[in-house]
């Protein structure tokens, strides 16, 4: 079982990072994909204490687009955070990058030119990206259709239904499923869950956030994937085993294509 996003280097895990690995790995978690904010050098720090911890943990950097404003008029420094990430660890994917209107903490049109640029990247580098988006459906949409030719990803966090669903199945994108799925009234995400194909759904915390039933306004943490496979589970009538075979075998599919190899290359050690 695979936590495909997690924020483990954040600091609300600091003081207990030991115990929160511990507790994942009894839950039956073999890897983890921690998200790291590209640039944050105090993050990057924790997540080599988060590399030492869990040696199968993978990591994924962008700019949020929630810090996009760092990037304004700066061209090329998303860039350089993401190489200089991927120089120090093992990468797996370009995130989490997108647009969020939600909360519009960058100006609009900073977040659709670092978007670009990440998803640019993401290309030039062979990697998949993890999506961010919220409020801003035409717009991403857009974005990945013109400037995320030829990249595969994720749409972190899905929410909404089956219309939805099916515009991010068609662009040839996965869907991650977190635990607001366990909500008893998502029930749009619900008939999504039991909609998407074996083969393009994963499974996340997005932990400290978003704590699944039955630990709702808790501090989330990546052992609590399993209330995910869980409900997904009953939700698409197939046993919870299933789950988790389909869930890890997409995730080392598109974020680990050599998962063996990899542990070779002198990155794998270096972060
Ligand atoms: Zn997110
Ligand atoms: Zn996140």
Known sequence: MIDTHCHLADEIFEPDLDAVIARAHAAGLTSAMCILAAGDEAEATRAVRVRERWPEAGFAVGVHPHQAHQCAGRPGLAE?????????????????????????????????????????????????????????????????????RGVAGVFHCFT????????????????????IVTFPKATDLHEVA?????????IETDSPYLA?????????????????????????????????????????QLFSPQPLARVDTPRASML
């Open 80 to 148: 350089a955070w993401i190489r200089q990430g991927a120089a120090r660890g093992p990468v797996w994917a370009v995130g989490e990058i997108g647009l969020d209107y939600h909360y519009d903490f960058s100006p609009r049109d900073v977040q659709h030119a670092v978007f670009a640029e990440q998803l640019q990247c993401a290309r030039a580098m062979g990697l998949p990206v993890v999506i961010h988006t919220r409020e801003a459906d035409e717009d991403t949409f857009a974005l990945l259709a013109s400037e995320g």
């Open 160 to 179: 909404g239904g089956v219309d939805r669903a099916r515009r991010a199945l068609d662009l040839g994108f996965h869907l991650s499923l977190a635990g």
């Open 212 to 252: 699944p039933v039955p630990h709702r306004g808790k501090r989330n943490e990546p052992a609590w994937v399993a209330h995910v496979a869980d409900r997904l589970a009953s939700l698409r009538h197939i046993p919870r085993a299933a789950v988790i075979e389909q869930t890890t075998r997409n995730a080392l």
């Open 194 to 202: 039991a909609f998407v194909p074996e083969d393009r759904f994963l």
